[in-house]
């Protein structure tokens, strides 16, 4: 007899098998239609989901469709394993970012944010030259300040009074300590006496749109305060997800029961 827990497994299956096909069809996507560094950047990750979910997903199809109980093995092995990868990397996740916050500048409705403030892993590994240039084309890409310049006659006193993202703030002006002369929001005008302070991200800022303060240290800040919120949120997800395929591994338990008793019950009405 073909046991519910068999058909719930099989819908949670046949449900991840069409995630899985739409993650590597994005992933191709991409490979084919790409633009930039931005989007190049999407394809093996998505590739790699979808693969493993396809294969997972075939697992639990058969196992639980077809009744075998090998399968059935293989499968709750793979769930279990992927349970324990949620699960470190959520740690993980937390003890990375629990460094950093943005400062709070006297007379700005905006914070900013100081690259070294920030935990040395995710300085090393996260913006890092290699995936920097990755980032910043995926910034420029997704034009993040030019809302900001948008309009011109905007005064200083109403530009300082903004809630900047912790992007555009690093990215979309130079940092306030550099003393620099508000023009409007994306254009600013060193001193002639020079910067205000010996600050490499004075010298860095440029007033081209293309360029800006997007190589600055606080631009790179301002990203990690941002991948720490993200990650935040994911976190959330993560713990969601484990929970839910917690639920998944007990249905494929009683699945695999079924099935071992159902092979049971057919030897047995084998016997004369």
């Known amino acids: 007899m073909f046991r519910l827990s068999n058909t719930l497994v099989a819908i949670l299956n046949a449900i991840s098998l069409l995630i899985s096909f739409a993650s590597v069809g994005a992933s191709f996507l991409f490979r084919l239609h790409a633009d930039s560094d931005c989007q190049r950047f999407l394809q093996t990750p998505l590739l790699i ?38 699960f470190c990397f959520t740690i993980v996740a937390l003890v990375v970012t629990n460094k950093g916050v943005g400062q709070a500048i006297s007379g700005r409705g905006f914070k900013e944010y100081r690259l070294g403030d920030y935990s040395h892993w995710l300085q090393k590994y996260v913006v890092n030259g290699k995936n920097w240039d990755e980032i910043r084309s995926c910034l420029v890409d997704a034009q993040v300040c030019r809302s900001l310049g948008g309009d011109l006659n905007q005064k200083a006193a109403d530009f300082y009074k903004k809630n900047l993202s912790p992007i555009q703030s690093g990215c979309c002006k130079p940092p306030t300590h550099c003393g620099f002369e508000y023009k409007n929001a994306t254009f600013w005008m060193m001193p002639k006496s020079g910067p205000a302070v010996p600050d490499s991200d004075c010298m860095t800022w440029n007033n081209d749109g293309s360029k800006l303060c997007y190589d600055c240290k606080s631009c790179k800040g301002g990203v990690l305060a941002n991948i720490k919120k993200e990650w935040w949120h994911l976190t959330i997800f993560n713990v969601a997800l484990i929970v839910f395929l917690i639920t998944v591994k007990s249905i494929a338990c009683c699945a695999l029961r079924n099935s071992k008793k159902d092979q049971k019950y057919s030897r047995y009405k084998g016997y004369p």
């Open 49 to 86: 989901v979808g693969l493993v979910l396809f294969f997972i997903s075939i697992l639990g199809l058969i196992g639980s469709g077809c009744k075998v109980t090998w399968l059935l093995r293989v499968y709750l092995l793979l769930i279990i394993l992927l349970i324990c990868g949620l």
